[in-house]
């Protein structure tokens, strides 16, 4: 794991209270999209630092 490779986990590397949760939120379930069906998902909202930094 990244987080812990890094000497970070304490703050972050999995989902707890405490730790960054830094996410995206997509406009569909991209699991079971396959090829060019990726390029028609778009960014609904953006969460840095528990802010929102986008919303559309």
Not at 4 to 27: A, N, Q, T
Not at 38 to 54: H, K, P, Q, S, Y
């Amino acid at each position: 794991m990244a987080a812990r490779s890094g000497f970070e986990d304490h703050d972050r590397g999995s989902i707890k209270v405490g730790k960054f949760g830094d996410l995206m939120v997509l406009s569909e379930c991209h699991g079971k999209m396959r090829g060019a069906e990726l390029f028609d998902l778009r960014a609904e909202a953006t969460i840095l630092g528990g802010e929102i930094v986008f919303e559309r």
